[in-house]
């Protein structure tokens, strides 16, 4: 979903290889990223680092340690998404579904899991371009994954051949941006099956038959 409306790098910058994390630092890092789902499943753009140094019972500079800033806080919610994503495209990409209906279930599994993470969609949706560099990598990961089941249904010649990979993206945030509206028959299930149904290639159908020529019917010559 990163592609949507953000200009971001697939390619992640080179990293120096982490050294393994220590018990009390692991057993930190999940209290802050549990309090930081807590409090944007809830309080969203009013969430400060000091609200979630509070409710993970650490320190302000133990959570700067870990996250240099909000934006990586939620860009680590956004990356372990892409993970959960690109685990069921991998799925989708090694079993035997039809290829067209193994996109459509990949998209339909992948926004069931966002709908029931608030504080993911609200990174995903609000988080900006700092967000999704944090998750550059499993970003274009996703964006690999998702080529090849679309290559595979073109082949096939049920997904319309002008449907990209990069349109899945900017699809699901329009799906997440309806889970959130709490109106009668707004419905992100519906809505997503309208946009399945629309990346369906045209069914292919028979010439009209060539239409005989019909004679002219003269009248009857009464001059006799």
């Known amino acids: 979903m990163a592609e949507a409306k953000h ?14 994390m220590r018990s009390d630092a692991r057993r930190n890092r999940e209290l802050i990223l549990g309090a930081a789902r ?15 140094a509070r409710l993970a019972g650490v320190g302000v500079g133990t959570v700067y340690r870990h996250f240099p800033y909000k934006e ?12 959960d994503f690109n685990e069921r495209l991998q799925l989708a990409i090694d079993g035997d579904e039809h290829p067209f209906e193994a996109l459509a279930a990949s998209m339909r599994d992948n926004a069931a899991s966002v ?9 995903f949706m609000s988080g900006g371009e700092r967000v999704f560099e ?16 679309v290559e595979r249904a073109q082949a096939d010649g049920t997904l319309r051949a002008d449907f990209a ?14 889970i959130d509206v709490n109106k009668p028959g707004w419905d992100w299930r519906t ?10 290639a045209a069914p292919v159908t028979s010439p009209p038959a060539p239409r005989r020529s019909v004679k002219a019917i003269r009248p009857p010559d009464r001059r006799r």
């Open 7 to 20: 200009t971001t790098s697939l390619s992640a910058p080179p990293v120096a290889a982490e050294r393994p």
């Open 38 to 52: 807590e409090l944007f499943a809830t309080q969203r753009s009013d969430v400060q680092v000091d609200d979630i």
């Open 72 to 83: 990586a806080l939620m860009g680590e919610l956004v990356r372990e998404r892409f993970i």
């Open 115 to 123: 709908a029931e993470d608030a504080a993911t969609r609200y990174a």
């Open 134 to 149: 944090y998750a550059s990598s499993e970003a274009a990961r996703f964006l690999e994954l998702s080529r090849t089941l």
């Open 165 to 178: 990979a990069e349109h899945i993206p900017m699809l699901m945030c329009a799906v997440c941006a309806t």
């Open 191 to 200: 809505m997503l099956d309208m946009l399945v149904a629309g990346m369906r």
